[in-house]
Structures are given as structure tokens and as C-alpha cells.
């Protein structure tokens, strides 16, 4: 996948599931909810996200 941007460690990871989220989110795509992720190619490695909107308190 050509758009997906290079990182590296936890926070890399971070940074670039928010640049990732935000732009599906600007783009109009309902992001909520939950979301099955799989490897192509490898039976072995799946993960399910599940994906809510959250407010926090800025105290």
C-alpha cells in the first residue's frame, strides 16, 4: 500500500493512526464502530479495532 505512511514504535504508530483517522473522518467515512483487520496472505494474523469517539476532560 503506497499510502501508508512509514513509522516507527508505539508512537509512530500513534501519530499515523490519527493522520489516518482524521482524514476518513474529513473525508465524510463513518469511522465508528468496529473494523476487521487481516494480513493478505497470512491466514494467522488478524485483529479487530473498534473505533468510538470519546471527549476528555482538559483538567
Known amino acids: ?3 501508508v505512511p512509514e513509522f ?3 508512537s509512530g504508530f500513534e501519530d ?3 493522520r489516518l483517522i482524521e482524514r476518513a473522518y474529513r473525508n465524510g467515512t463513518n469511522i465508528e464502530g ?3 483487520c487481516s494480513i ?3 491466514g494467522n494474523l488478524h485483529w ?3 473505533i468510538s469517539r470519546v471527549e ?3 483538567d
Open 48 to 50: 479487530d479495532v473498534q
Open 34 to 36: 468496529g473494523w476487521k
Open 16 to 18: 499515523a493512526l490519527t
Open 8 to 10: 516507527s514504535g508505539d
Open 40 to 42: 493478505d496472505g497470512n
Open 1 to 3: 500500500m503506497s499510502d
Open 56 to 58: 476528555y476532560d482538559d
